[in-house]
């Protein structure tokens, strides 16, 4: 489970300006997005966060990623996960195993199998070269990017729909 000894190259390396944000500027200062890599169909399936990843989202997510996944005929997802926190709160387990034991006793749904990885093994994750390729791509060395041409260039990148924002209801928050 050793880091891999692994050399990265590029013409000229890309040198980013730090960018100030007006404090009046109403476009969020960070954009979030959870992803799934289909090994599969080598593609990647997104949806963006209004505000930050917390475990209600999560489990959004993984709501919307079942309910397609079981369109295709599919029966079961295995899950390969990092530490962060909005993965492996107790609220997100919890929903996972109500999940799971509503697809048993139903006997029709997609089940989720977690794989957590070791803590800071970032290169045993398939999608993490994804993440870094995608970022390259998308990035502007100039100029901050607006929120919404973000979201459509990393949507651009990984060919996929920019499909409606993941978020909290009022009621809820």
Request: proline share 9%; aromatic share 8%; charged share 25%.
């Amino acid at each position: 489970m050793a880091r891999p000894s692994l050399h990265t190259w590029a013409d000229e390396p890309l040198r980013l300006i730090e960018q100030t944000v007006a404090r009046d500027d109403p476009d969020p200062k960070a954009l979030a997005c959870y992803g799934l890599l289909r090994p599969d169909t080598g593609r990647v399936w997104l949806r963006f966060v209004d505000g930050r990843p917390v475990s209600a989202l999560t489990t959004q997510y993984l709501s919307w990623c079942c309910t397609r996944l079981e369109q295709e005929g599919k029966t079961a997802l295995l899950l390969v996960w990092d530490n962060a926190p909005w993965h492996v709160s107790r609220a997100v387990r919890r929903w996972v195993r109500c999940h799971n034991r509503q697809i048993k006793h139903s006997g029709r749904g997609v089940r989720i199998v977690l794989c957590f990885l070791p803590t800071k093994s970032p290169w045993l994750n398939p999608i993490e070269p994804h993440w870094v390729h995608g970022k390259r791509k998308v990035v502007e060395p100039d100029r901050l990017l607006p929120a919404q041409e973000l979201a459509d260039r990393v949507c651009d990148y990984f060919g996929c729909s920019h499909e409606p924002h993941l978020s909290i209801p009022e009621n809820v928050a």
